[in-house]
Nanobody
Framework: QVQLVESGGGSVQAGGSLRLSCAAS????????MGWFRQAPGKERELVAA???????YYPDSVKGRFAISRDNAKNTLYLQMNSLKPEDTAVYYC?????????????????WGQGTQVTVSS
């Protein structure tokens, strides 16, 4: 099973950008579908981006056009480029791995989760 460690969170003003990274260890990263999720205080965890092992991506409408997910299988790293950030993007962001993209999109990840990285967007 892949182990995941997120980094790159921080504080930024509205309209700014951040790039999150998720370093994976283990042999299965390149074969795994990956996702970025977030959870704000008092709210349920939600998917913000997903990518298949082959590079197919998915975004919910809330972040479409602002966020971009990518992966570098040679570096065992997942990325999330976040632009035009809004205060409502404030949350702890997690990366997750699973066998199938559909499972990641449904949020039914039974594979690995990272420990999370805090993103705070001020107005």
């Amino acid at each position: 099973q892949v182990q995941l460690v997120e980094s790159g969170g921080g504080s930024v003003q509205a309209g700014g950008s951040l790039r999150l990274s998720c370093a994976a260890s283990g042999r299965t990263f390149s074969r795994s579908a990956m996702g970025w999720f977030r959870q704000a205080p008092g709210k349920e965890r939600e998917l913000v981006a997903a990518i298949s092992s082959g590079g197919t991506t998915y975004y919910p409408d809330s972040v479409k056009g602002r966020f971009a997910i990518s992966r570098d299988n040679a570096k065992n790293t997942l990325y999330l480029q976040m632009n035009s950030l809004k205060p409502e993007d404030t949350a702890v962001y997690y990366c997750a791995a699973d066998a199938l993209l559909a499972t990641v999109i449904r949020g039914a990840v039974s594979g690995s989760w990272g420990q999370g990285t805090q993103v705070t967007v001020s107005s």
